[in-house]
Structure formats: structure tokens, C-alpha cells
T-cell receptor, first 114, second 115 residues
Framework: AQSVTQLDSQVPVFEEAPVELRCNYSSSVSVYLFWYVQYPNQGLQLLLKYLSGSTLVKGINGFEAEFNKSQTSFHLRKPSVHISDTAEYFCAVRPTGSARQLTFGSGTQLTVLP | DAGVTQSPTHLIKTRGQQVTLRCSPKSGHDTVSWYQQALGQGPQFIFQYYEEEERQRGNFPDRFSGHQFPNYSSELNVNALLLGDSALYLC??????????????FGEGSRLTVL
């Protein structure tokens, strides 16, 4: 079984400041890792994913994340945030085998302040 | 290329009633998964359908059932609705073989309110 912990439920940050959203996971098998964003009253949109290869992954809207296997972490970063980045962010994992079930964290609400 | 589409977008039911939610996967995808997202929480896996059969199931009671049709579209049925079933229900699709990019594509969701 897998579990995902997002350490911060809410992160307020001023516009143009950097931000890091933390994600730790637990799994007895190898996993793929994902970050999804959810804007109010909408579904989930994929920001980025780690399947294999380079541990630094770049995604849409200037976001990036680094996979750290020894620390079982997959933190999301952006060097300069915009008001439009205000949303709920979810970290998720799924086994690398045939199962495609995602296990999500509880989410981090990012609020960008003017 | 249409993405994942879900209907209805919003609906209100009363306790004890039954509800059916519908999902059409992204073009080229053959696997559909359903998730329940309660207010303020992350999505929880309900079940997954592939080749018209339920392949995996999360920790949900038998009141939750589903179906997949030959065109890969899917339905989620919930019987004997409880107040706690109020949530956003998300459908996600994925592909196999060369269509498999490892990720799930989500629809906008169906928001169910049980009164």
C-alpha cells in the first residue's frame, strides 16, 4: 500500500516570491510520482510527473519538482509565483506495475497575495 | 481532441435515493477510474474499469457500483445515498500500450449534494 503526506495544508506567499510545497510518500514498491493542480470548482490538471530518469522534473507554468528516493520526497517548487497560481495542489503516487490507481495526499492550498 | 467529459456537472439528491454519473474517456483511452473527493480532502480511489470489467477497487461499500461500455465510457452508480456521499466525483482515463503515458487525465467532475 502507498500513502502520501503533504506537510502543509495552507501556504500563503506574496506575489513574485519563491514557494516550495512539500510532499513525502511511503510505499513498499516502486512508484511513479505526480503533482496535480485544482482550481476552484474544476477537476485536476497534471503539473508534472516523475516516471524515471533525471530526478529534477520540469512541468507546466514554471513549476519543477525533485525526486529524492532516500528521503522519499517529491517537493514542488516555483522560483516566482503569480496571483494566478492560487489553487489547491495535490501530490500523488501510483505503483510502477500494471495498477494505475493513484493515491493522493490531502492537498496544499497555495494562496498568492498581492 | 476532447478530454474526459462527465455528466451531470451538478445534482442534488435526498437520502436513500440512487444516482448515476457518467463519464466519457479521452480519445484513445480504454481505462476509466472513479474517485471521490470530499470537501477539503484529496481524491479517494473508488474503482477502475478496463475491458468492461472492474479491475481494482478501493475501500468503498457495495452501494458503489459501476459499468464500462464497449465504447469505453463508464457509469458510476450509488445506491441508498447517505449524507456522507456528498462530494465531487471525478472520472479519470488512461491508456495502455503506446497510449500509456503513465498519467491519468481527469474530467471536471460531478458535484453530488445529498440532502
Amino acid at each position: 500500500a502507498q500513502s502520501v503526506t503533504q506537510l502543509d495544508s495552507q501556504v500563503p506567499v506574496f506575489e513574485e516570491a519563491p514557494v516550495e510545497l512539500r510532499c513525502n510518500y511511503s510505499s513498499s514498491v516502486s512508484v511513479y510520482l505526480f503533482w496535480y493542480v485544482q482550481y476552484p470548482n474544476q477537476g485536476l490538471q497534471l503539473l508534472l510527473k516523475y516516471l524515471s530518469g533525471s530526478t529534477l522534473v520540469k512541468g507546466i507554468n514554471g513549476f519543477e519538482a525533485e525526486f529524492n528516493k532516500s528521503q522519499t520526497s517529491f517537493h514542488l517548487r516555483k522560483p516566482s509565483v503569480h496571483i494566478s497560481d492560487t489553487a489547491e495542489y495535490f501530490c500523488a503516487v501510483r505503483p510502477t506495475g500494471s495498477a494505475r490507481q493513484l493515491t493522493f495526499g490531502s492537498g496544499t492550498q497555495l494562496t498568492v497575495l498581492p | 481532441d476532447a478530454g474526459v467529459t462527465q455528466s451531470p456537472t451538478h445534482l442534488i439528491k435526498t437520502r436513500g435515493q440512487q444516482v448515476t454519473l457518467r463519464c466519457s474517456p479521452k480519445s484513445g483511452h480504454d481505462t476509466v477510474s472513479w474517485y471521490q473527493q470530499a470537501l477539503g480532502q484529496g481524491p479517494q480511489f473508488i474503482f477502475q474499469y478496463y475491458e468492461e470489467e472492474e479491475r481494482q477497487r478501493g475501500n468503498f461499500p457495495d452501494r458503489f457500483s459501476g459499468h464500462q461500455f464497449p465504447n469505453y465510457s463508464s457509469e458510476l452508480n450509488v445506491n441508498a445515498l447517505l449524507l456522507g456521499d456528498s462530494a465531487l466525483y471525478l472520472c479519470a482515463s488512461s491508456g495502455t500500450g503506446t497510449v500509456n503515458t503513465g498519467e491519468l487525465f481527469f474530467g471536471e467532475g460531478s458535484r453530488l449534494t445529498v440532502l
